[in-house]
């Protein structure tokens, strides 16, 4: 594989390195693992090297001629737009933290990362999670008696009912949970917090968690050992990971023989399920920490219902033959 854009390689970088700086200024792990991804596959296409990544390259180096090429080499790549999207703003933030750092003037810092974003006209991926299908994974959860089963079953309880982000509900602390409310204290994207709320249903499979996990301090849902024990550090029960999140979800519905659903696909569905009972745009926002109103509703299902019903309206004509 050759490099796409000839940038010469420096031995030393007095200022530090904007990859590092960039990706410790992120507020989650799933943020920074997410970030990094996305410069190390640029890295890569700068280096030819299917090996490298992102750290002691010199972004500092990049010019507009040079960040215009990897937009067209990362849209050619057969990804999404958003997905493209995201990469350009990895882009655009460790060039802005190479100019932090004084390794690059104010003006070949704005001409770099004066990149337009990919139009993204796709609908959302993913899938809508029929109450069946969570059911069943419920019901695979209620057959494990031991305590990863009453974990799990309020975690996809918590998943369906919140909307919240698997990233989300891994950071979540047993702080966090108020009873009285049914409600929790997430915190989201840029560090944003915001009450989410659950069904009583919800709250029953939380509650049953809870008197199997105790009052340990520390995260809300913790892992657990092969032995049946939440895994304890200094005091303080461990937190999973986002995609320890994903992972179990994917045992479930395994054993429920379902189909696969991804996390966010209950993201997905929880949204449309609000905007389809008739709950207006800006609450809907706010429930699931979007930036932008526009964000959510592109998850609104009723468009899409009321064109299919215009079409309904017309009929095809019998089949006889011109006499």
Known sequence: ????????????????????????????????RSMRGCLDRIARLLTGDDNTD????????????????IRVILSEQGWSPAYVNKHLVALRRVLKEAWRLGLMSAEDYQRAADLATVDNVRLPHGQHVPAEILGAALAACDADEGPAGRRDAALLAVLYSTGARRAEIAGLALGDYDSMARSFTVTGKRNKQRLVYLTSQAVARVEAWLAARGRVPGALFGAINKAGRLRVRDGAVAAMTGQAIADILTRRLAQAEAPTRSPHDFRRTFIGELLDAGVDLATAQGLVGHASPATTARYDRRPERARRAAVDRLSLPEAKPLR
Do not use: F
């Open 1 to 32: 594989m050759s490099s796409i854009v000839e940038v010469p390689r420096l031995p030393e970088r007095p200022g530090g390195d904007p990859y590092r700086t960039y990706l410790d200024a992120l507020d989650s792990a799933e943020s920074r």
């Open 54 to 69: 992102g750290s002691g390259q010199p972004w500092h180096l990049l010019r507009y001629e040079h960040t215009t090429r």
